[in-house]
């Protein structure tokens, strides 16, 4: 049985709808969520998926959920890096305690101790750590930078004119939360996968400055690039509703970004699905009308 942690975020989605499309039996299926009220929650159950309170704040609730479960996918967590190591430190030892045979973890690209990126060294390092330790099979998916991650304040935006990310002229392959879902589903139900760990990074790895070129045209408005120092980022980070510890976090991106961390091109993804992730352009083009704002 498969276990899907986070259901009501994004990423959960993504996979969740790939496996209701591969899955011919949903009885084999289980989503995880503190919180199990909301709408499409109780959609999932209403088609016969296994709905399981699970609280990474509560061990006890771990354990509980992943009673008769043999793949769990935990998706990391969105809560300040010292609560979220403790939460981690949780999920693996309730996978241990309860019997998990293979735990899939959503890292990050370059999760080094020595990357600049603060998440890297004190959040997803030390996880893939604890799941190496833990005697468990496992596959870990180093994700690149979301390519959502250049529409996460699109009106501002495209009403300014300018893409304001730091990172001067280091490269990104970005790759979008749809077509990672695609990779994850296929890892929770194919065989091959077990005990690797795989950098996950669209076809192309472009500056911001090109990003900007991208986004004027799909949504048809001109977009510079606007460099921001990693103080200049947290600030902005702030007004687009980032949590003040995650904001300072996410502040030394940039210096990660100028030192080229996020630059990697892998055939990873390619090697799990068969195709290549689409391109920023490409990916943009195809989510075009859910990114816009409402009304545009």
Partial sequence: MILVSG????????VIDNLIASLGDLSGLAVGSRDIGTDYVRQLASRGISVRKLDFHEPGSVVKALAGIDRVLFISTYEPNDVRIKQHRNAVDAAVQAGVSHVVYTSFINAVPESAFEHNRQVHAPTERMILDSGLHYTILRHNLYTEFLVGDLAQTLKSGRLKRGGGRGRISFI???????????????????????TETGPEAITYEEAAVILSAVFGQPVRHEDLSPEQWFQHSLGMGFPESLAR???????????????TL???????????????????????????????
Avoid: W
């Fill in 7 to 14: 259901a009501n975020g994004n990423l959960a989605r993504a």
């Fill in 176 to 198: 979008g939360r749809d077509d990672l879902g695609v990779s994850a589903a296929r890892i929770l139900t194919e065989a091959g996968h077990r005990d690797r760990i795989y």
């Fill in 249 to 263: 976090a996410s502040s030394t991106n940039v210096r990660a970004a100028l030192d080229g961390e996020f630059s």
């Fill in 266 to 296: 892998s055939g990873d993804y390619a090697h799990i699905t068969g195709h290549p992730a689409r391109g920023v352009r490409q990916y943009l083009t195809d989510n075009r009308k859910k990114f816009l704002p409402t009304g545009a």
